[in-house]
């Protein structure tokens, strides 16, 4: 109980990023098939009042870039989907509306600046890409001519 208090002392002092990763283990955590299971019922009532209180301490931490503006955005969206029913997705599309916007804004703001190029958008989700020993055992190797 000491941690809980420690880690909600140190929340007053932390940046949305900090606070994002917290939000995201957490997240993590309760999607693993170890704590939905019916023995860890105690610990996953735990970890949602946790995951609750991370989620009201975003509102009290300003964000420091666009970036920040986008993650909040986002945890309201989470939280959002968790909670609201089929009548109220609107909500949600209305989020992704303004975090379009935002990203819409940024992108020619950053083209202006001098001396720095413009950055694609992060694409999180990735493809498996086979690697250099997985491909010698499926290929049969050619000795190189050196």
Partial sequence: MAENQKLAELSGTQS???LGLRWAALRGMLNSPLITAEEQRALRDELLVELATLEQ???TLPSRNPMEISAKVDIAKSALRDKVDTSE???IDLL???QADLQNII???RAAQPGQTARPPV???RTH???PEESETTETSTPSAA
């Fill in 16 to 18: 949305v990023s900090a």
């Fill in 57 to 59: 301490d975003f509102s």
């Fill in 89 to 91: 997705l609107w909500m």
């Fill in 96 to 98: 992704d509306s303004i």
């Fill in 107 to 109: 992108a020619p703001a």
């Fill in 123 to 125: 694409n999180l989700s």
């Fill in 129 to 131: 890409q086979a690697r």
